[in-house]
């Protein structure tokens, strides 16, 4: 099952890689996304497409150990 909080369901981070460690190291299920300001953001499953409208998708992330 996936815990992410939804009052903090985006985190911002420098990196692709800082994001899926902290998504890991929590075991969360989300997205990865690229801002237009070059961070990015882990976001969790429930993430509403287009929420941030200039935001690509450059992972899709499954760390959690429930399938």
């Known amino acids: 099952?996936?815990?992410w909080n939804i009052?903090?369901?985006?985190v911002s981070f420098n990196s692709v890689d800082d994001a899926m460690n902290y998504m890991c190291s929590h075991k969360y299920?989300?997205?990865i996304l690229?801002?237009?300001d070059?961070?990015?953001s882990a976001v969790c499953?429930?993430?509403?497409?287009?929420?941030y409208p200039e935001a690509k998708?450059?992972?899709e992330v499954t760390c959690s150990?429930?399938?």
């Open 1 to 3: 099952m996936n815990q």
């Open 7 to 10: 009052s903090k369901c985006a």
């Open 29 to 31: 299920d989300g997205l």
């Open 34 to 36: 690229e801002r237009d």
């Open 38 to 40: 070059g961070t990015f």
């Open 45 to 51: 499953p429930e993430y509403p497409e287009g929420f």
């Open 57 to 59: 998708i450059v992972k």
């Open 65 to 67: 150990t429930e399938k």
